[in-house]
């Protein structure tokens, strides 16, 4: 576990939430731009085993691309255009690797929250390639990335590849087991629905040890109720709201 804990509070969701397209470098630059110093992003494997950023598991909605993406080889991704959803001003948007994505972050020294996002089939091979891919692109950095996933298989193969990086358990619903499954898979950290949080659940999570992490918040009175809670870090869009400290 990292000591101390060497993330910042406010994390930019998608890199600018919904000012940029999201997952593309644009995005992440925009909220640079803004003042974040840590983003969040969604990796999945290409057909040919390539992480890239995309959150959905189908090309329709954020590219001119059609079917599922992590059955399309990488050369043919590659070739999209993730912009031109959004808006005109990013048409030609290209969809980036998560090594296009983490050199950028180490050069400008920011932080990253990984969110494995695996092609359903491929949730601990994800884990693995993700977790391998980011051992060796961090290996001399400050601090590594954050590797999370509402897979608790995409996070044991995390574990498995790079066992010294730092993982984090999503949660949309407390499921059953899914304490147990946080400590076995010696997660640092509970990433929740931001609304889940309580006063109980907080107490209950930092007496293990993980920190209390929330997604995603977009409004002022939900970030004051969980800064009042004690949480540990905020995942959002308004990257023009808020102003990261």
């Known amino acids: 576990m990292p000591t101390p804990w060497p993330y910042p ?3 930019a969701h998608r890199g ?4 940029a397209p999201e997952n593309t470098l ?7 731009q803004h003042g974040w110093r840590m983003f969040e992003c969604d990796v999945k494997l290409s057909a040919d085993g390539v992480p890239f950023l995309l959150h959905d598991n189908t090309l329709e909605r954020t590219t001119h691309g059609h ?3 992590g059955e399309r080889p990488w050369s043919e991704l ?3 255009d993730a912009g031109s959803w959004h808006s005109r001003a990013y048409a030609g948007e290209p969809i980036p690797t998560l090594e296009n994505l983490a050199r950028w972050c180490l050069m400008n020294r920011h932080h990253l929250d990984i969110e494995i996002k695996p092609t359903p089939g491929a949730e601990e091979r994800t884990g693995q390639v993700v977790a391998a891919l980011a051992a ?3 290996l001399n950095a400050e601090a590594p990335p954050l590797l999370t996933s509402f897979r608790p ?3 044991l193969g995390a574990m498995t590849a790079a066992p010294q990086l730092p993982r984090g358990l999503l949660l949309d619903i407390l499921w059953d087991g899914w304490l147990n499954h946080a400590r076995q898979l010696q997660c640092v950290a509970i990433v929740c629905n931001h609304a889940l949080w309580d006063t109980a659940l907080v107490s209950q999570v930092k007496a293990l040890g993980m920190k209390c992490l929330s997604y995603t ?3 002022e009175w939900a970030a004051e109720r969980l800064i009042a809670l004690g949480t540990d870090g905020i995942v959002s869009d308004r990257v023009d709201l808020f102003a990261p400290c």
Do not use: C, M, P, Y
């Open 136 to 138: 060796r692109l961090w």
């Open 78 to 80: 590659a070739q999209l």
């Open 9 to 11: 509070f406010w994390i």
């Open 16 to 19: 600018a939430g919904k000012q």
């Open 217 to 219: 918040v977009n409004d």
């Open 26 to 32: 644009a995005a992440f630059r925009l909220g640079a």
């Open 153 to 155: 298989e995409s996070l």
């Open 67 to 69: 079917g599922v993406a």
